[in-house]
């Protein structure tokens, strides 16, 4: 079954700054890559998802990118404010399997 | 904007209590899924119901019993749980019955279930 590594575990930035997180995966069928926020006590909220016959997406601060040949994928947050800080979990699903998830990454941005 | 509603937000029963969970969604979606959260870990998939019907069981122990009486209604029904049962539990709904190319899942805010 599909199996998802995801790096750092934790990550302080300095407000401004930028902050990646790198997933990987390890089934090449897998064509649907979300990506989680999750406050402290709260719900998982998805931020951004990218299909596998896209390489990148954006939307506003936020990009992921995709590298199939790879089987990575990334999370780019550019400009990171206080509120940016909570647990994020990329995640990859395959045509009729469910979704995997990563074992999150704690982000902290110190103004 | 919570558009997936769960009830009761908190709970707490014995272990020799039985209880259900509720979730409630309206987006029209065909799939809807259980998943257990225990702290600082990812979501862990517990069930998948794709057009009412129960399509994934991650061989969850029979304490745990789902069932989905219509398109837009989830339960989850509990009964001589473990402490170890203590979590988070999250309902989430997809369109489309689970399958195909993905599609977002969103998530409620869950029920936070202790077990005394």
């Known amino acids: 079954g599909e199996n998802v590594e995801q790096h750092p575990s934790t990550l302080s930035v300095q407000e401004g700054d930028s902050a990646v997180i790198k997933c990987t995966y390890s089934?090449?069928?897998?064509?649907?890559f979300p990506w989680y926020k999750q406050e402290l006590g709260k719900r998982p909220q998805l931020i951004i998802d990218i299909r596998s016959n896209v390489g990148e997406k954006k939307d506003q601060r936020i990009a992921v990118t995709l590298n199939k040949t790879a089987k990575h994928f990334s999370l780019h947050i550019t400009e990171t404010q206080p509120e940016d800080s909570a647990v994020y979990f990329c995640?990859?699903?395959?045509?009729?399997?469910?979704?995997?998830f990563g074992k999150g990454t704690r982000l902290s941005v110190i103004a | 904007d919570t558009e997936v509603t769960q009830t009761p937000k908190h709970l707490v029963m014995g272990m020799t209590n039985k209880k259900s969970l509720k979730c409630e969604q309206h987006m029209g979606h065909r799939a809807m899924y259980w998943y257990k959260q225990k702290a600082k870990k990812p979501p862990e998939l517990m069930f998948v119901y794709s057009y009412e019907k129960l399509s994934i069981n991650e061989s969850v122990p029979s304490r745990f019993s789902p069932e989905c009486p219509n398109s837009s209604l989830l339960n989850l029904h509990l009964h001589a749980l473990q402490p170890e049962d203590s979590a988070l539990y999250l309902c989430a709904s997809s369109q489309g019955g689970g399958q195909g190319i993905g599609q977002p899942q969103h998530f409620g805010d869950g029920t936070r279930l202790s077990i005394l």
């Open positions: 995640a990859a699903r395959g045509f009729s399997t469910p979704l995997v």
């Open positions: 089934d090449s069928a897998s064509n649907y």
